[in-house]
């Protein structure tokens, strides 16, 4: 199928700046917990909290995002407007805060990945419900590799979907 774009928006560059400038970001009431790293460092999670037993899902953002891009708030609205639950996890250096260690974050980096998911998933009532894992961009490449490298040691996560990865 052959995508056209619509007369009054023609071309990529305009279709990435017209919803940036003019198209509102949704409400979203997050809640954020700081975790701390094995290695000395933190990152920063925020959390749509929704009914238990609900499904859960993990977004992770793309270069230079957060939990206050486009793409997050407007699929964190959805969720939180449908009872789930979910969470951002921020890569380091990403959530408004310079981190501590000298450790950047990078589409590979499937250990950080696996170590988010993890807790995640271990976090009481979780068993419960689905687990869905999205991913965009650089995100979405880190999630795949991860799901690539942990093979059926993820089989905990119940969809996977990555975004422009």
């Known amino acids: 199928m052959k995508y056209a774009a619509p007369t009054w928006l023609p071309g990529g560059h305009l279709q990435t700046i017209y919803p940036a400038l003019f198209i509102r ?20 999670v925020d959390f749509v909290d929704g009914t238990p037993g609900q499904p859960f899902v993990v977004l992770f953002h793309g270069l230079e995002g957060s939990s206050d891009s486009h793409y997050a708030r407007s699929l964190m609205a959805r969720i939180q407007a449908m009872g789930w639950s979910g969470a951002i996890p921020h890569f380091r250096g990403c959530s408004g805060e310079l981190n501590h260690a000298p ?13 988010i998911i993890r807790r995640l998933a271990a976090q ?12 965009v961009s650089l995100g979405g490449n880190a999630l795949l590799r991860w799901l690539g490298e942990s093979q059926h040691e993820a089989d905990f996560i119940d969809a996977a979907c990555a975004i422009s990865a």
């Open 103 to 115: 450790r950047f974050y990078h589409s590979g980096d499937a250990e950080e990945v696996d170590w």
């Open 25 to 44: 970001k949704p409400p979203v009431t997050y809640r954020r917990e700081r975790w701390h790293t094995p290695d000395g460092d933190f990152i920063d």
């Open 124 to 135: 009481p009532g979780r068993r419960d419900a689905k687990f869905y894992a999205v991913g």
